[in-house]
Nanobody, 122 residues
Framework: QVQLVESGGGSVQPGGSLRLSCAAS????????LGWFRQAPGKAREGVAA?????AYYSSVKGRFTISRDDPKNSLFLQMNSLKPEDTAIYFC??????????????????WGQGTQVTVSS
């Protein structure tokens, strides 16, 4: 049974930083899609960053966020710098168990964590 547990969310002021972690159990990291998504109240879930054979960032976070992985520890990370109020959302990590997707869409993923809240406010 695959379980993903996010941690590291919280409240920060604009310009601050947070580092999200996602610990996976029942799943071995390989070159399948690994990604971070977020969902703000009343909005659709949107992609943030993905790592597979390459790394991809959505334009809204490019240059501010960094995705990374630690395969021996089956962990995925998202370093978030220069946070803005519009980054406020619940952040989810997700992993795929198949090839074929672009790694940039929610439907490319098979397993999701429960999410961690990130609030950016002065």
């Amino acid at each position: 049974q695959v379980q993903l547990v996010e941690s590291g969310g919280g409240s920060v002021q604009p310009g601050g930083s947070l580092r999200l972690s996602c610990a996976a159990s029942g799943y071995t990291f390989s070159d399948y899609c690994l990604g971070w998504f977020r969902q703000a109240p009343g909005k659709a879930r949107e992609g943030v960053a993905a790592i597979f054979g390459s790394i991809a960032y959505y334009s809204s976070v490019k240059g501010r966020f960094t995705i990374s992985r630690d395969d021996p520890k089956n962990s995925l990370f998202l370093q978030m710098n220069s946070l803005k109020p519009e980054d406020t959302a619940i952040y989810f990590c997700a992993v795929a168990s198949r090839y074929g997707g672009s790694c940039l869409r929610p439907e490319d993923y098979d397993f999701w964590g429960q999410g961690t809240q990130v609030t950016v406010s002065s």
